[in-house]
């Protein structure tokens, strides 16, 4: 079982950046990939970036870039820098978690089976 927090999220004129953390509860953190996920509102959730136990990345073609994903296993905790933000970032940004899966399949929303409850993230025109 693992419980996920995000936090960092907040408001930000656009151009500006944001760094979210999301910290997991469980030992074996580190044996997990995690990926990052948003919604806004009306749409449906979308794939941002993810990474793998091994530490590979994959982003969306959106956030290329200008984001960034990494974890500090040490810390049981994922980052996602973002930089350079639009208006069209503002969402709810979830993480997720699971083992077993491989790069290929890292962007499948589907296949995550542990999610946190999402930070806000609001970039202002």
């Known amino acids: 079982q693992v419980q996920l927090v995000e936090s960092g999220g907040g408001l930000v004129p656009a151009g500006g950046s944001l760094r979210l953390s999301c910290a997991a509860s469980?030992?074996?953190?580190?044996?997990?990939?995690v990926g990052w996920f948003r919604q806004a509102p009306g749409k449906e959730r979308e794939f941002v970036a993810a990474i793998s136990s091994g530490g590979s990345t994959v982003y969306a073609d959106s956030v290329k870039g200008r984001f960034t994903i990494s974890r500090d296993n040490a810390k049981n905790t994922v980052y996602l820098q973002m930089n350079s933000l639009k208006p069209e970032d503002t969402a709810v940004y979830h993480c997720?978690?699971?083992?077993?899966?491989?790069?290929?399949?890292?962007?499948?929303?589907?296949?995550?089976?542990?999610w946190g409850q999402g930070t806000q993230v609001t970039v202002s025109s």
């Open positions: 997720s978690a699971r083992t077993g899966i491989t790069l290929s399949q890292l962007s499948l929303r589907s296949l995550y089976n542990y």
């Open positions: 469980g030992r074996t953190f580190s044996s997990y990939a």
